[in-house]
């Protein structure tokens, strides 16, 4: 028996996003027709776990200008609609919509909202290099040129005051070290 992985949505005027969440997706298969029939089928997991939703959108799309991204985390649909303007819903059918179809709030922008688009919404999965972006990595951090900037005349000098402090966060034992400024999470 099939499982339902969980999906997002979110919409403009002319474009859909539809994010599958289903982590080290294998034997991926898409199938988007003219009329809005949308069917996704992956394995996941050591078991490969066989995972399929089938989706009658709610209007026409265009199936030729529709792309495909595939991550290790998801598989994400840009779906182009067949004509430029806002969907009530997602699907077809109306009423309750199934328990794993849910809005994708970090990509939804109101209608009112479209035109006033931002920069940056056009863009599409891939067009960001993320190692190209200053993040902070492990070979960007010094941990002593931190403490050091830290150190002021009314601090003792003594190892017990520095014991469990690393860049200026303090840290427990069993938790993350964190840059300064930022709280401190312990791992679960």
Same mark, same amino acid.
């Given at each position: 028996?099939?499982?339902?992985?969980?999906?997002? /949505?979110? =919409?403009? $005027?002319?474009?859909?996003?539809?994010?599958? *969440?289903?982590?080290?997706?294998?034997?991926?298969?898409?199938?988007?027709?003219?009329?809005?029939?949308?069917?996704?089928?992956?394995?996941?997991?050591?078991?490969?776990?066989?995972? +399929?939703?089938?989706?009658?959108?709610?209007?026409?799309?265009?199936?030729?200008?529709?792309?495909?991204?595939?991550?290790?985390?998801?598989?994400?649909?840009?779906?182009?609609?067949?004509?430029? =303007? /806002?969907?009530?819903?997602?699907?077809? =059918?109306?009423?309750?919509?199934?328990?794993?179809?849910?809005? &994708?709030?970090?990509? /939804?922008?109101? +209608?009112?909202? &479209?035109?006033?688009?931002?920069?940056?919404?056009?863009?599409?999965?891939?067009?960001? &290099?993320?190692?190209?972006?200053?993040?902070?990595?492990?070979?960007?951090?010094?941990? +002593?040129?931190?403490?050091?900037?830290?150190? %002021?005349?009314?601090? $003792? &000098?003594?190892? *017990?005051?520095? *014991?469990?402090?690393?860049?200026?966060? %303090?840290?427990?034992?069993?938790?993350?070290?964190?840059?300064?400024?930022?709280?401190?999470?312990?791992?679960?």
């Amino acid at each position: 028996m099939s499982r339902h992985p969980l999906v997002k /949505w979110a =919409q403009r $005027s002319d474009i859909l996003f539809i994010t599958v *969440e289903l982590p080290d997706a294998k034997d991926v298969k898409l199938n988007l027709d003219p009329e809005g029939k949308f069917s996704f089928s992956a394995t996941s997991g050591a078991d490969n776990i066989p995972y +399929e939703i089938d989706l009658d959108l709610y209007d026409k799309v265009n199936v030729n200008e529709s792309k495909t991204s595939i991550t290790s985390r998801n598989v994400v649909y840009l779906v182009k609609k067949a004509e430029s =303007q /806002w969907w009530s819903r997602l699907l077809k =059918q109306e009423g309750k919509p199934p328990v794993f179809l849910k809005v &994708d709030w970090n990509k /939804w922008v109101d +209608e009112d909202d &479209d035109e006033d688009e931002k920069p940056g919404l056009d863009m599409e999965p891939g067009d960001i &290099d993320f190692s190209q972006l200053n993040l902070g990595g492990a070979g960007d951090y010094d941990a +002593e040129a931190a403490d050091e900037d830290e150190v %002021t005349d009314d601090e $003792s &000098d003594t190892d *017990e005051d520095d *014991e469990g402090r690393e860049g200026g966060a %303090t840290v427990d034992s069993g938790a993350e070290a964190a840059p300064a400024g930022s709280e401190s999470v312990a791992k679960v």
